[in-house]
């Protein structure tokens, strides 16, 4: 009787065994399962907080304390460029900086001019006119990396190619009509139209092509009627942020970017409306102005480097301009300062405004006699400063003079 009783004993308790070694293996199965599950919740969860846009908002507190050159800058540079019959500038619209060659557009005069690194004067591009390599009105240009090869943009659909020295060398069509922005990346152009429709670029905001225009790439296709009227307004902007392309353009909340791959991300989220100031109305022109004289934030003009974004606007009725830090959200009026932009705390020359990007890592600011006449006045008030250029540069120039260049080399 004994033997039975103990064989159902170690049947029941080899039947435990398997119960329990089971319920073991239930176990590590859910244990393995709610690891996935937390570790795909995670992943999913940082996912997003990675793929969400970065928002700036415009409309914060203005940080009250002065912004110092010092905290966006490696060094500085003073060109003063040279005046002659033939290279006076009239008004600067735009500039350009190589390893060797300073391009500079005038404005009123309409024209591209040439000058050394060290501001001697070399040469105009082009000219006005109506035959081969000719134009009626220069609307913007683009140069290669070094500098060598330099594209007009016209107001037809024409890009007139020269070389540094003056010499023209062929006309690409783009078949697309005015665009507001040309660049070039290796050997493709990037084209820009701030605000595109059917009859022009067929409602595509951008295109890459090559040097014989054929269409490698073209996206941002948007239709002006969901974004009401504001095509009346035209201030849009476009700059190089190392490798990126960005854009912005009125009637839109996002700064966008493309990378050499055409991928088009979006790389900011601009937050312009809320209690301390509305979004200008873009239903006329007529509402847009009325909106700017009530005090609507309104931006004219964004750049972009080193850890920071710069942007013309209209807050409160005034033109300023606004610095915002990246690392840490601080938002300055520069404008409002005594210089009217950055502290010059480095040399206690002239303070600065960055009014151009000369490349991906330079920033560079048109100065005249009363900026340095300015400076000087203010040299007691920045003690301990050495080297301080005001004297040396006063000396070279006087009313009459091209612009001297402040050309600041950006801290990464």
């Known amino acids: 009787m004994l033997m039975p009783f103990v064989y159902k004993i170690n049947s029941m308790n080899?039947?435990?065994?398997?119960?329990?070694?089971?319920?073991?293996?239930?176990?590590?199965l859910w244990l393995l399962l709610f690891s996935c599950l937390f570790f795909a919740i995670s992943c999913t969860n940082k996912v997003k907080e990675e793929a969400r846009i970065p928002e700036i908002n415009l409309a914060k507190e203005i940080d009250g304390t002065a912004v110092n050159l010092s905290s966006i800058t490696d060094s500085i540079e003073y060109i003063p460029l040279e005046t002659t019959d033939s290279s006076f500038i009239g008004q600067v619209m735009d500039i350009k900086l190589t390893k060797d060659f300073i391009f500079v557009q005038d404005r009123i005069l309409d024209r591209l001019l040439v000058f050394h690194r060290s501001g001697k004067f070399l040469n105009q591009i082009g000219r006005e006119g109506k035959g081969p390599g000719e134009y009626a009105r220069l609307f913007t240009f683009t140069t290669d990396k070094d500098g060598q090869n330099v594209y007009l943009s016209t107001t037809s659909d024409r890009v007139l190619h020269y070389t540094v020295q003056n010499s023209y060398v062929n006309t690409i069509i783009t078949l697309c009509g005015r665009f507001n922005y040309i660049s070039m990346i290796d050997s493709l152009f990037f084209l820009y139209m701030a605000r595109p429709n059917r009859l022009s670029c067929d409602g595509y905001s951008y295109f890459f092509i090559n040097k014989t225009a054929t269409v490698i790439n073209k996206g941002h296709k948007i239709d002006i009627a969901t974004i009401g009227k504001s095509a009346t307004v035209s201030y849009s902007s476009n700059y190089r942020y190392k490798n990126l392309e960005c854009f912005w353009e009125v009637g839109f909340d996002t700064i966008y970017s493309l990378d050499r791959d055409f991928n088009l991300l979006p790389r900011y989220t601009l937050l312009l409306g809320n209690k301390l100031a509305e979004k200008a109305d873009l239903s006329s022109r007529t509402d847009f102005d009325q909106s700017i004289r009530g005090g609507a934030l309104t931006i004219f003009g964004i750049k972009e480097a080193g850890n920071f974004l710069y942007f013309n606007v209209v807050k409160d009725s005034r033109i300023t301009q606004l610095v915002y830090f990246k690392d840490s959200s601080k938002l300055f009026d520069i404008g409002s300062s005594n210089t009217g932009g950055f502290t010059n705390d480095i040399d206690g020359g002239p303070g600065f405004s960055p009014l151009f990007i000369g490349n991906s890592a330079y920033l560079i600011?048109?100065?005249?006699?009363?900026?340095?006449?300015?400076?000087?006045?203010?040299?007691?008030?920045?003690?301990?400063?050495?080297n301080n250029p005001t004297s040396n540069i006063l000396s070279q120039i006087d009313e009459n003079?091209?612009?001297v260049l402040m050309v600041i080399k950006i801290r990464e």
């Open 14 to 28: 080899s039947t435990f065994n398997q119960m329990f070694s089971l319920h073991n293996r239930f176990r590590d």
């Open 365 to 386: 600011d048109v100065k005249f006699l009363d900026s340095f006449q300015e400076s000087l006045k203010r040299q007691e008030t920045i003690p301990n400063k050495l």
């Open 401 to 403: 003079s091209n612009p």
